[in-house]
């Protein structure tokens, strides 16, 4: 996805190390070897073991993987040195075999085991954690990252699902498709889910994985490592696909505390109180700071092969470091 627009954006020696934060099945890493030079390197990571599996068949010597999440990047920094590497490319979300596979649990399009983990080894499946969740938990889980105008009902029909489950009155909820059905009968009785082209579920299908895989907080880490990987002028590319994570992301390469300084007529105190307050960039906590490159939009030459990619941003960030570095 967005594949020219990325390595373009981020290659600016062909020669140097760069890593792709999220492999799936290795598009953008393919696409990078393609670009680089013989003394490039690419160490690419995805916390999916079957991933991990798929990349093993890319045999070049300027490539190599490794199964480890965004929170592992800081390690990456311990082993290459600080401030060694060109570009980072991480394009977000699940992949498309995570979608597909039903065996994954990851879509209510065919029915599978209820468990939405990118990483099955780590964590808890869905299943697990719907079966203990609270009412007030579960729809918070969905508002705030489904956007589900339905949370409050369609959290109280799963949890009573689950009870009842508990009590040997009900079927336990293990698979997705009982999951898509059960939100759907809510939904049709509340007149809502009605968007074209959309099933009922797919709004609480994101919000759940979001949680389960802990999404938001693992953005975090990545935008909290990236700069202490990056030389000075090396590049960061995150594609996201909803607006929570592009908020951060666009968010992140503001150089909110520079926005400040330019403020006027600010006396001392109140300047240093609001430097605090704005929660600058992570890059400007003593590694430097982001200045935005651009952001990007699939083609409609893209589009048409892939409407996946319709709601996928690009965002492209520099990292540069501060004098004193
Ligand atoms: C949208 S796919 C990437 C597709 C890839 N660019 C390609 O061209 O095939 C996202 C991949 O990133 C992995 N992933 C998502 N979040 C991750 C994280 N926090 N740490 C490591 N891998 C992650 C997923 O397991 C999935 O394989």
Redesign the pocket.
């Known amino acids: ?1 967005l594949l020219r627009e990325t390595i373009e954006a981020i290659v600016q020696d062909p020669d140097g190390l760069y890593i ?10 393919r696409a990078l070897l393609a670009r680089l030079g013989p003394a490039g390197r690419l160490v690419a ?4 073991p079957e ?1 991990i599996e798929a990349a093993r068949c890319i045999r070049d010597p300027r490539f190599s993987i490794r199964h ?3 929170q592992g990047l800081g390690q990456l920094a311990s082993e290459f040195g600080a401030h060694a590497v060109e570009g980072i490319i991480a ?5 498309s075999p ?1 979608l597909d596979e039903p065996h994954r649990g990851f879509g209510f399009q065919r029915d599978g085991p209820l468990d939405m983990r ?1 990483d099955p080894s780590q964590g808890r499946a869905a299943a697990e954690w719907l079966s203990e969740v609270s009412v007030d938990d579960l729809e918070e889980v969905l508002r705030n990252y489904g956007d589900e105008r339905h949370a409050r009902a369609i959290a109280q029909s799963i949890v009573s699902r689950c009870t009842d489950a508990h009590r040997g009155e009900a079927e336990p909820l293990v698979r997705t498709g009982q999951l898509a059905a059960l939100i759907a009968s809510v939904l049709r009785r509340r007149g809502g889910g009605k968007t074209p082209g959309h099933h009922p579920a797919t709004r609480s299908f994101q919000a759940i994985r979001i949680h389960i ?1 802990d ?1 938001l907080s ?1 953005l975090e880490a ?1 935008l909290k490592a990236a700069p202490r990987l990056l030389r000075n002028g090396g590049r960061l590319g995150v594609i996201s696909f909803h607006s929570l994570e592009d908020r951060r992301v666009k968010q992140a390469f503001q150089p909110s505390a520079q926005r400040v300084d330019r403020a006027i007529g600010m006396g001392r105190a109140r300047h240093a109180m609001l430097r605090t307050l704005v929660a600058p960039a992570p890059s400007s906590r003593g590694h430097g700071v982001w200045k935005s490159i651009g952001r990007f939009r699939a083609a409609d030459e893209e589009l048409s092969e892939n409407p996946r990619a319709r709601s996928a941003i690009l965002r492209v960030g520099q990292h540069q470091l501060e004098r004193s570095e």
């Open positions: 996805m792709d934060a999220t492999f799936g099945r290795g598009g953008h890493s990571i995805d916390r999916d991933a480890m999440d965004f394009d977000l979300g699940v992949s995570q990118m895989n999404e693992q990545l």
